[in-house]
């Protein structure tokens, strides 16, 4: 058990410092003009045009760090730091997004997994905390309470797994798109790599924390039922 908490901390202070060196990624970035003046939103209709979507809208939203794709309604939501301003964190990150757009639009596999567990993981993010604690406290009399806690967890578990190669995919389209298109040249491609490889890092420090706690629950149940 000790190497447990051992563990889970590590993922804290891991997850802490990716956090913090992505919020220093986009201060950075965000002072560098990709050279052609175009914004966040200027970019985001080009990759999509480029690509041949033409469906897909381009707003944005209020916040830091809250840009993404919605698959329901079509939409590339472009964070307030991004939307207007002509940054290479600005060009990268709205890149991103339009991957996404493109995933769609390409059917990708692991987007439409992932979109088919958005409601499975809403209905189980809401009620595994109560299942979950009701399982620990009433562990004596009705065992299988846990375990149908650990199976929601586990579900949100499986989403962060699944997320992962959506959003690197979704880079990597970004980061050739933007190469061949122009928008980065062979100094400041670098930076956008730079920008989109930070944020994929907080993914997959969030997966491996969901992981360790789906394993923590598990160790609850099966040291419980010995």
Request: aromatic share 10%.
């Amino acid at each position: 058990m000790m190497s447990y908490w051992v563990l889970f901390i590590g993922i804290a202070v891991a997850s802490w410092l990716v956090q913090m060196n992505l919020q220093n990624k986009f201060k950075k970035y965000s002072k560098i003009p990709t050279g052609n003046g175009m914004t966040g939103r200027d970019v985001a209709l080009k990759m999509l045009h480029d690509n041949g979507i033409y469906d897909v809208q381009v707003t944005h939203t209020p916040g830091q760090l809250t840009d993404h794709y919605n698959p329901a309604n079509k939409t590339v939501n472009l964070s307030e730091g991004v939307y207007e301003s002509n940054s290479i964190m600005a060009a990268a990150v709205a890149a991103h997004e339009c991957g996404h757009a493109v995933q769609h639009a390409r059917m990708y596999a692991p987007l439409k997994m992932r979109s088919a567990l958005v409601p499975v993981v809403n209905f189980s993010s809401s009620i595994m905390t109560w299942v979950l604690l009701g399982g620990i406290l009433l562990f004596n009399t009705f065992p299988q309470l846990l375990w149908i806690g650990i199976i929601l967890f586990a579900t949100t578990t499986l989403f962060s797994f699944i997320t992962l190669p959506v959003e690197i995919n979704a880079s990597k389209r970004a980061l050739v798109w933007l190469s061949s298109s122009g928008i980065t040249n062979s100094y400041n491609h670098t930076q956008a790599e730079d920008a989109l490889r930070s944020a994929a890092y907080t993914y997959v420090v969030a997966a491996l924390g969901s992981l360790a706690t789906l394993i923590y629950y598990i160790m609850i149940a099966m040291g419980r039922r010995d």
